[in-house]
């Protein structure tokens, strides 16, 4: 069954908090997907990661890129899993996949400075755990790392 983690920002923006997550994951030999709910911030996300720090990149491709299978990092607004990641990673609002248990992890980042974006993530709790999954909240601290609460 797949890990389920919902991730509280409160400190820091999705450009700012994602690209870490991503490298970690990657780091770990897995392929990720980064599922957003409109094409405009899938575009954004995709420029970002070729330059959000000037000594690094993120290799990475997005929809109608050539060879989705070969990248490592795919942006998308599907629910397809066209570089079989194991890790995927959902973003302004995109909607959990009807099977969660395709990955290893499924993470939901969620702004907690926007109550639709809270209402959303609540709504997605209550409907993964009544579907019996495992979920585990983690909330930003001051510094902008992660806390696991309770």
Known sequence: MAEIFFYHLTESPLEEALPTLVEKSVGRGWRASIQTSAAEKRDALDLHLWSYRPETFLPHGRDGDERPADQPVFLTVTPDNVNGSHIRFLVDGA???????????VVLMFDGLDEQ????????????????????????????GWEKKA
């Open 117 to 144: 974006a809270l209402d959303a993530a609540r709504g997605n709790w209550k409907e993964l755990k009544a579907a019996g999954h495992t979920l585990s909240y983690y909330q930003q601290n001051a510094g902008g």
């Open 95 to 105: 909607s959990p996949p009807d099977d969660v248990t395709a990955y290893e992890r």
